[in-house]
């Protein structure tokens, strides 16, 4: 199962967060900003909720692309949950030195009181505790990004669970994932299907709704709003 929330094009903060700041005091002004109002301070959202209504009794995998821990606040499992590209609530080496990553929920909150003009103090700015270099968000954008240990865990008992399920019937559920990052998820939910007679790929997103023509018959596309599908299915709509 996944579950993208990005627009199917780019939007502005988004394209933010890849702006070449002119200084690290500007650069952690937005990305303290933009972690406290997309990670931090949200609580979970409803369709979260009622996805995981859906899913809580059966035995379910998330694998998603989306880094702003939407999935943990609704009540799905950690050990249940692959997040591929990153976490709001994390920062790393900029040139990934270590293969570590660092909490920066305490730090983030120090920055939203001390921020000013857009801006915080010089003080502030985070360093490599390892080779003193800046520090960047933990989110897949180059090469440095760092899989560490916890991630190699998550992909462990991801493909585990492939594994699991390779001999029994199971639903393979696509909600809103677009063209930008296909071969993480999209891509694989094609192959998966297309090599296991068990799987069934259900595609739901308004505007995208699609399924390659060597499994349209174990594949169901719905072109409709990925929030009044689940609705739906829960007898909510």
Aim: charged share 25%.
């Amino acid at each position: 199962m996944n579950h993208e929330t990005e627009p199917k094009k780019e939007n502005r903060l988004d394209a933010a967060g890849f702006y070449p700041f002119p200084t690290q005091e500007a650069k952690w002004g937005f990305w303290s900003k933009h972690s406290m109002i997309n990670r931090f301070l949200p609580p979970a959202m409803p369709l979260y909720k009622q996805l995981y209504d859906m899913v809580k009794e059966k035995d379910y995998f998330v694998l998603t692309t989306n880094v702003d821990h939407q999935f943990q606040k609704a009540g799905f499992l950690t050990e249940r949950i692959f997040a591929t590209q990153g976490d709001y609530g994390n920062i790393q080496c900029e040139k990934g030195c270590h293969p570590k990553i660092y909490d920066a929920e305490d730090l983030f909150r120090q920055m939203e009181q001390a921020r000013h003009d857009c801006l915080i103090p010089s003080d502030m700015v985070p360093e490599c505790p390892v080779c003193g270099g800046n520090m960047t968000m933990y989110l897949r954008s180059d090469q440095y990004f760092v899989e560490d240990e916890n991630w190699h865990e998550a992909a462990g008992r991801y493909y585990d669970f492939l594994q699991k399920m390779e001999n029994k019937k199971a639903v393979l559920l696509e909600l809103g994932v677009g063209f930008n990052t296909p071969a993480i998820i999209k891509f694989v939910f094609h192959r998966l299907t297309k090599n296991n007679r068990n799987f069934t790929y259900i595609c739901v997103n308004k505007g995208e709704a699609y399924a390659p023509r060597e499994i349209a018959d174990r594949s169901i596309a719905i072109n409709a709003d990925a929030g009044e599908v689940i609705k739906g299915l829960l007898g909510q709509a």
